[in-house]
């Protein structure tokens, strides 16, 4: 009996990603605590090491005055370091696939093929793999706090409806359903009643519609679920709560249902998410404003949480940047002893080196996946996405205002392009189903790349290689 090509590829996946969780504790177990791992596991102002909690917290309130901002990603490193090797390698393999998760959440993206995905343009695709992932500083500065940032972001971004402008005036930032030929139509959030548009999730010749947009246009589902007449389960449904009614216009929204306890915990993880790294926080920081604005021009209402959780955001990029220790540190640049305009060049290459070396490889697959879906398939970018996308462009921006912009400070850059990936594969396997082993070849492709790395890295540890 032959196989389906759906279960292949689920069976193929299941197999990679057992290998890839082999992989990546072999190559965490082979990389040591070094360089300034063995500096943050003492004092800091002194060689003591650090045996508790109370020393973490006194050792980062002299690394907060005297050596950097970055207080909450060293905090982490060293409760990491107090595991031992050992420990710290199986968490930081954890929250690598912790990762890989929440980026498919941000992607709207939550199948199988996705999340290894994810894990391998995580690797494959990374500037520096080893000192952004397996060294353990980096792993705290780049790998854990990325995971805040971007549930952070994701908080928002499922408040925003998808289809519509970002800016005034601007015009729509993706192709409408019609140019893509395929004869489906469904009602989307913010495309108001009676009206229809092409959105991801509704497949090929049939006519889907989001309860509420539409009076008994479809039916809900066990779990909140919504399904059209066919039984077909509508993508992104099962978040939505109650409609609400544009003030400004009379169009209907679907609101998604309340996270549980948001009020409460969104202040600590807005401020870890901005008090995570000079260019990560603001940038996320002006993604949460941007939903803010675009929820009260289009006249829905405004939660606490979202306004308290855009000032934590906002608290956490100051203490980041304005930290005494920062202007200590910067006094030692040998940089800051050249000329204004020598400065400029200095930072314009290191800006342009970003883009022209160490974010290529994930531009490279983001542009491929843009042309395949918006220029040949005619699918939506979708809002969402271009904020994402915005927020890539800020990050990166904002290292231009720093002396020093190392390979693996792309890192969180790079995480936000991949999840404009995965999200666009979804859009693309929506309308071509048969696109799915091209999709995933080329994911094997740059999988075996990240497993080359590693592979390549292990063999010389071992001897094999001399």
């Known amino acids: 009996m032959r196989m389906r090509p759906r279960k292949g590829i689920l069976i193929i996946t299941c197999v990679l990603t057992v290998v890839t969780i082999l992989v990546l504790y072999k190559t965490h177990r082979a990389v040591p605590f070094m360089m300034d791992d063995l500096w943050y596991s003492t004092m800091l102002s002194d060689e003591t090491p650090i045996t508790s909690f109370a020393d973490i917290v006194k050792s980062q309130v002299w690394h907060y005055n005297n050596w950097g901002g970055r207080s909450i990603t060293h905090g982490i490193l060293q409760l990491t370091l107090l595991l031992g090797e050992r420990g710290a390698d199986i968490l930081n393999v954890t929250v690598t696939f912790l990762l890989a998760a929440v980026a498919c959440v941000v992607a709207q993206n939550k199948k199988l093929p996705a999340f290894w995905a994810a894990l391998a343009l995580m690797l494959g695709l990374n500037a520096n793999w080893k000192m952004s992932m ?36 601007a015009r729509t930032i993706f192709p409408v359903g019609k140019a893509a030929g395929v004869g489906r139509s469904e009602s989307v959030p913010g495309a108001g009643v009676g009206r229809r548009g092409s959105v991801p999730g509704a497949g090929v010749g049939r006519r889907e519609s989001v309860p509420g947009a539409e009076a008994g246009s479809g039916r809900t589902a066990p779990g909140g679920r919504a399904e059209n007449s066919a039984g077909n389960t509508i993508a992104g449904a099962e978040h939505m709560a109650a409609p609400e009614e544009n003030q400004s216009g009379g169009e209907t929204f679907l609101l998604p249902k309340p996270l549980p306890g948001i009020v409460l915990w969104i202040l600590p993880l807005s401020v870890l998410a901005g008090w995570s790294n000079e260019n990560m926080g603001p940038a996320v920081w002006l993604l949460s404003l941007a939903v803010i604005v675009l929820t009260a021009r289009e006249g829905r209402r405004l939660s606490l949480w979202m306004i308290l959780g855009n000032i934590g955001c906002l608290a956490g990029s100051i203490l980041v940047i304005v930290a005494p220790g920062n202007f200590v540190r910067s006094a030692r640049v040998e940089s800051n002893e050249y000329g204004f305009l020598w400065q400029c060049f200095l930072r314009g290459y290191a800006e342009s080196g970003a883009v022209a070396v160490h974010l290529f490889p994930v531009l490279l697959v983001l542009g491929f996946m843009a042309m395949l879906c918006m220029g040949v398939l005619k699918q939506e970018l979708g809002r969402r996405n271009g904020l994402l996308l915005l927020c890539a462009l800020l990050s990166w921006g904002a290292m231009a205002l720093s002396p020093h912009y190392p390979d693996r400070a792309t890192f969180g850059t790079m995480l936000l392009l991949i999840c404009v990936i995965l999200s666009l594969a979804k859009k693309v396997l929506c309308v071509r189903k048969d696109l799915a082993w091209m999709l995933w070849g080329i994911t094997a492709f740059i999988w075996l790349r990240g497993m080359y790395y590693c592979g390549e890295f292990l063999a010389i540890t071992w001897g094999w290689i001399k």
Do not use: H, M, S
């Open 134 to 169: 397996f060294w353990q500083a980096g792993a705290a500065n780049y790998l854990y706090i990325t995971v805040f940032i971007l549930l952070f972001a994701w908080c928002y971004l499922r408040e925003l409806p998808d289809k519509g402008k970002l800016f005034p005036g």
